[in-house]
């Protein structure tokens, strides 16, 4: 029993003493053997994976500890772990490791009660109750410039735990540590953190010395971090779409990564179901809440019926996702505004205007239904009264001999056996029935001219087939709209009658009724809009000429200045811009409900014609667009249409450098889409490539990676007094600032910020001359452009080569297939060398340009670009070798972005 005692005071005083260093992931003794009844460790409750902030050392102690996943508000939890299968004591501790597969040491420290300063934490169990929480554990975030000296410590202190406490590093071993730390500290995410836990049992001699495999946890985000917050779609301004997708969404969420979200629309079926993205660059996300895309097309088009589907936010790294919301695809119409199916609406098989039941007849004739009349001979009808107070009486009747047409029927006397009352019935209703009779007997009287009229008319277009006398007695219906709104012009025009549209207008303005030509039907288009829409090129100069007003506006808020660019006909366009006159000229800097000038919707039609004819018809080129500030110039780079990029530049004189509301230039947009050949076109025109827009480049996800000790703690200390003194005077709160005032004041973006590919980052890096392509290619980019290129001392000599044979630039450029280029290149100061630079930079090879010298009877040239060529290969030859520092060009994408982020 004594004994007993005195062995439990013993660990007691080794627990107390004993102070394990941080162990490397892979363990120098084995781990104890599982088996299927052995001990082992499980984790009980993970920690919380988002919510908790790692904490700076300036900062002080951390407050609170890294509650567990189940945390509430009044029930608290911690991360526990327990040690299974086992009674006894045991030693459990955490410590942090990166979120890898596999795991490595990390940078940061853990910080408690129950820590060391190595950042590791331990808790001793047992012998019953064999869980371990751990309560109040805090993450200290070392900065990016303390990470390598953080990990060389550690990574002796693992040498030493092996070797020795009194070991000393020889040199070669010191600079190994040095290069591994460094190493390991490039690709490490501050952002992120894992627990790594281990339980260590005891041995024969009441050591802990017997490991058991170790356990990892969830990973834990920053909250400072941009993927810390939890995916959530918050709202969008719509829910449905075509079934062809490319519908404009705004979509409001909870902070998102730019570079590491996606929009992921899914159907879930028997077949595996479906899955498409949404459509948009690094530019349309707008300070991490909101995001502007494009839907996807549906799998299938050919849908009868709404069909719903669903969409998340998604992150391209980790399978974080979002609730789904639910999204609605319709069918297609091709017929938006309705045209064709109005034109196949048929007519009756047996035309018969007059197609009511048959009357009393003699003879084949047809009588007015059930007005009774009998028929006059050979088929004739005739008008008759009718009982009971009907409106009209004897009119026309047919003979043997042809129309003829009687006169007005005189009132009647009232018998006198039918002016005697029945029961009750006043006297006043004989006194009724007479009025009644009077004015039957006046419309009878007009029914009667009209019918004369209109037969007089139908005998003289018989005579002569002159159709505006059948017109003229119709006049009085012009104006009468069907069940779709459309008047008698509106038919014609979508029937595409030319000749009836003239018919019909003369005698519009013969009556002084021009407000019919105006008329409006249910989807608000005037014969106006109908004609752009069928492009009628003759009815709509008609139309103009008649005084049709070319001001009135559809359904969208469209003129017909829009509906001609949308269309894309600058025949329309020329029409409509010769009519309009000095009154009407601000039509063509007018906007649409949704925004759009008219020379928007060209550029989206890709119309250069359309969009030449606008600007000189007065149309502001640098006009922007209501719902971004795009330019038409933003909208031909953000469509990939170089031609018509170029046409803006170099003809229509664009600006290279307008903003839009988010402040991103043409030059943003070509670089987020990764296209080399747009960056290098408006290089050459002008384009600024350290511009910066209005996103701020902290809330980057490489932020924690570029910014400097200094600029973390300023932010972490202004975070820290946001949630200390959210109340404090404005005046405390503006003392407040960093000892960098740019970088405190949020710089944006630049090009070079957003680029997606390593051409681009090549052709904005703005403190290098262009390179050869190989010199920063991509490991999957290395076979393309490990092909010849020309250095900067080629380029020279083959610069005045070509300047001492007087070769054309305009020649040259369209040899290369860089002809609509050549006139950017002409105002360079060394047009040649801007040439053959962006030649290179947009991927042409040096066999093309060979190709073209000799094409041109340059074989000095050619001579040079071989002897070029033929040094390359030996010296590629010659470097086999790696040296330590050559297998580097994979990393040279990130030593370029911090050259650029820190000048």
């Known amino acids: 029993m004594e004994d007993t005692t005195i062995s439990m005071i013993e660990n007691e005083q080794f627990m107390m003493d004993f102070s394990y260093p941080l162990m490397h992931p892979v363990k120098s003794e084995p781990y104890l053997a599982e088996t299927a009844h052995g001990p082992y460790l499980q984790i009980i409750e993970e920690p919380k994976q988002r919510g908790f902030r790692f904490r700076y050392e300036c900062e002080g102690p951390s407050h609170g500890g890294l509650p567990g996943a189940s945390s509430e508000k009044n029930k608290k939890t911690y991360p526990t ?163 062809l997708g490319g519908d404009e969404i705004f979509l409001l969420c909870d902070k998102v990564q730019k570079d590491d979200i996606e929009i992921r629309f899914f159907e879930d079926g028997k077949d595996g179901g479906w899955e498409d993205f949404g459509d ?164 009878q009287n007009r029914a009667s001219q009209a019918t004369r009229q209109t037969a007089r008319a139908l005998l003289n277009y018989c005579s002569t087939g002159d159709v505006r006398l059948l017109l003229a007695v119709q006049r009085q219906l012009y104006s009468i709209q069907d069940e779709n709104g459309d008047t008698p012009l509106h038919l014609a025009i979508i029937h595409q009658q030319p000749a009836v549209v003239q018919q019909l207008v003369h005698m519009i303005i013969s009556i002084s009724q021009q407000n019919i030509l105006n008329i409006r039907n249910h989807l608000s288009q005037t014969p106006l809009h109908l004609a752009v829409i069928t492009k009628q090129h003759g009815v709509l100069d008609f139309l103009l000429k008649a005084g049709a007003d070319p001001t009135l506006l559809d359904r969208d808020g469209k003129s017909v200045l829009h509906l001609a660019a949308d269309v894309g006909d600058e025949v329309l366009l020329q029409i409509l811009l010769t009519h309009l006159g000095e009154h009407n000229a601000h039509l063509v800097n007018m906007v649409d409900y949704n925004g759009m000038y008219p020379i928007h919707l060209a550029v989206r039609r890709g119309g250069e014609r359309c969009l030449r004819v606008l600007v000189e018809g007065g149309a502001q080129v640098d006009a922007q667009e209501r719902k971004g500030g795009s330019t038409a110039l933003h909208l031909a780079v953000k469509e990939n249409l170089f031609k018509l990029a170029c046409m803006l530049i170099t003809e229509l004189k664009a600006d290279v450098n307008a903003r839009t509301f988010g402040g991103n230039t043409p030059l943003h947009l070509a670089a987020s889409l990764g296209s080399p050949t747009l960056c290098s076109m408006l290089i ?79 052709i904005l890096d703005s403190r290098q001359s262009p390179r050869p392509i190989r010199e920063t290619a991509r490991p999957a980019e290395k076979q393309e452009a490990a092909k010849p290129q020309m250095d900067n001392e080629t380029l020279s000599k083959l610069c005045g080569i070509l300047s001492q044979g007087n070769v054309p630039l305009r020649q040259l450029a369209e040899k ?55 040094r390359d290969k030996s010296q590629s030859t010659d470097t086999t070798v790696d040296s330590g520092f050559g297998s580097q060009t994979g990393d040279l994408e990130g030593e370029v972005q911090q050259v650029v982020a820190n000048p």
């Open 81 to 243: 772990v327990k040690v299974c299968n086992y009674v006894g004591y045991a030693r459990v501790e955490v410590q942090l490791v990166t979120h890898t597969d596999p795991p490595r040491i990390h940078a940061h420290s853990l910080v408690s009660k129950q820590c060391n300063e190595n950042g590791t934490c331990s808790m001793d169990v047992g012998p019953t109750d064999l869980t371990a929480q751990f309560n109040n554990l805090g993450i200290l975030h070392i900065t990016k410039k303390g990470v390598v000296e953080v990990l060389t410590k550690r990574l002796k202190d693992e040498k030493r735990r092996l070797k020795g406490p009194n070991y000393h590093f020889p040199d070669a071993e010191e600079q190994a540590i040095a290069k591994e730390a460094k190493a390991l500290g490039k690709d490490m995410d501050l952002n992120v953190v894992r627990l790594k836990f281990t339980a260590y049992l005891q041995d024969s001699d009441g050591r802990f010395t017997r490991a058991l495999k170790p356990v990892i946890s969830k990973p834990i985000y920053d909250s400072k971090s941009p993927n810390a917050s939890n995916l959530k779609i918050s709202r969008m301004d719509k829910t449905c779409g075509s079934v």
């Open 684 to 762: 050459a025109a002008g384009a600024r490539k350290n511009l910066e827009n209005d996103e701020p480049l902290f809330f980057s996800s490489s932020s924690s990676d570029e910014e400097d000790e200094e600029d973390e703690e300023n932010k972490a200390q202004a975070e820290e007094d946001k949630e200390r003194d959210e109340q404090a005077p404005v005046a405390l709160q503006s003392n407040r600032t960093s000892k960098n005032p740019r970088k405190r004041a949020a710089m944006g973006h630049t090009p070079f910020d957003l680029a997606r590919c390593q051409k681009v980052r090549a």
């Open 816 to 870: 290369l297939g860089m002809l609509t280029l050549a006139d950017l290149y002409q105002e360079c100061p060394s047009p040649c060398q801007n040439l053959l630079e962006n030649y290179q930079l947009a991927g042409g090879h040096l066999e093309g340009l060979v190709e073209a010298l000799r094409s041109l009877g340059l074989t000095e040239g050619v001579r040079l670009l071989r002897q070029t060529e033929t």
């Open 280 to 443: 948009f660059s690094p530019t349309d996300v707008h300070k991490q809440y909101a995001i502007v895309f494009k839907t996807p097309k549906y799998h299938t088009i050919d849908i009868e019926r709404p069909v719903t589907v669903f969409l998340q936010l998604k992150r391209k790294k980790g399978d974080d996702c979002s609730e789904p919301k639910q999204f609605t695809y319709v069918p297609y119409v091709q017929d938006k505004e309705e045209v064709q199916r109005k034109k196949q609406k048929p007519l009756p098989h047996s035309f018969d205007p007059w197609n009511g039941p048959p009357g009393g007849a003699a003879g084949t004739g047809r009588g007015p239904g059930n007005f009774g009349g009998s028929g006059g001979a050979n088929g004739g009808f005739q008008f008759n009264h009718l009982e009971g107070g009907t409106l009209f009486g004897s009119m026309v009747g047919f003979s043997g001999s042809g129309l003829h047409i009687s006169g007005p029927a005189q009132p009647q006397e009232v018998p006198a056996n039918q002016q005697q009352v029945h029961g009750s019935q006043p006297v006043a209703s004989a006194l009724q029935q007479q009025q009644l009779l009077h004015i039957a007997s006046a419309l």
